[in-house]
């Protein structure tokens, strides 16, 4: 009964913050007010409190305009824990916006809708450089699909070519960031509780959000890494292969719960055009996830 409590009084709460703050949204995208890109980060934030999401941010947000934020997938909640600290458009499949409620709220959020076929990549790439030609800040799931919470999967390179360019005669920055599922009511999440979390395969959206609805108060560390130009690496294959190295390992500190030793891989030297090296060479050793 307290779980049905609870999660009736999130749905409740969640119904009425939409319901209150999308037109006011609605108003500010059809008025093309500078507002209309911060304000969504009030509505997630908002969410988060409601939902019972523990945000623990670590590193410093890009403070370049455009960025690309390149982040590992793991959920739909992914979009309210990130939205909550990165004021940014997600790109994301053509097949959200169909969906009830949240297709309203990612085309609200001005969301770059992508399609998975070959002939609409260079049209897509396209429509990616123009949004970051005009300064806006877009969030990238280049795993193309969400996992189990526990590993990352292999990057598709192809959108990553997006951020070749230069807008403004800037080289474009990309920012890998890390996300993990840590926590559940103040102790360790572990395997068990993760796929509540995690959304992949072929899980049923509307069961798997009723049950995290009663599952209480959850952790979530979002690790902002350091910031690259794009310019940096000799093709967007070496760029998405450094962004999973970086992630990889974020991924795996927060849930071990231990502190990132400097031993992942390191930023490409800008001067030079070329990439540093660690010890462990996790760069080189997912260029193979690095699909195109």
């Not at 350091?226 to 500190?253: E, N, Q």
Request: hydrophobic share 50%; glycine share 10%; proline share 5%.
């Amino acid at each position: 009964m307290r779980a049905f409590l609870l999660r009736l009084s999130r749905i409740v709460l969640y119904l009425g913050v939409t319901l209150l703050l999308v037109p006011v949204q609605a108003l500010l995208v059809a008025a093309k007010s500078p507002l209309a890109a911060a304000f969504p980060r009030l509505y997630h934030r908002l969410c988060c409190r409601i939902l019972g999401f523990r945000i623990e941010a670590k590193g410093a947000l890009s403070d370049r305009h455009p960025t690309l934020f390149v982040v590992n997938h793991i959920s739909y909640v992914d979009i309210t824990i990130l939205g909550a600290l990165i004021k940014g458009s997600f790109v994301a499949k053509s097949e959200v916006a169909g969906w009830p409620l949240f297709g309203v709220l990612a085309k609200l959020q001005r969301t770059v809708f992508i399609e998975r076929r070959v002939r609409r990549a260079a049209a897509q790439r396209g429509e990616l450089t123009r949004r970051l030609a005009a300064g806006d800040d877009l969030i990238l799931f280049p795993e193309g699909t969400s996992s189990d919470g526990s590993r990352v999967l292999p990057f598709k390179s192809a959108l990553f070519s997006a951020a070749e360019g230069k807008t403004g005669g800037d080289p474009v920055v990309v920012q890998p960031v890390s996300l993990a599922y840590v926590r559940l009511n103040g102790m360790p999440m572990g395997r068990l509780y993760r796929p509540f979390f995690a959304w992949y395969g072929d899980m049923e959206m509307a069961s798997h959000l009723w049950e995290l609805l009663g599952l209480g108060v959850a952790g979530v560390s979002v690790e902002f890494h350091t910031p690259v130009m794009a310019s940096a690496f000799p093709s967007r294959k070496a760029l998405a292969a450094y962004c999973r190295g970086v992630i990889v390992d974020g991924v795996a500190a927060a849930l071990s719960g231990r502190e990132q030793d400097g031993a992942g891989s390191a930023p490409p030297d800008a001067t030079k055009g070329e990439q540093a090296r660690s010890p462990r060479a996790a760069v080189a050793s997912s260029i193979a996830g690095a699909q195109a």
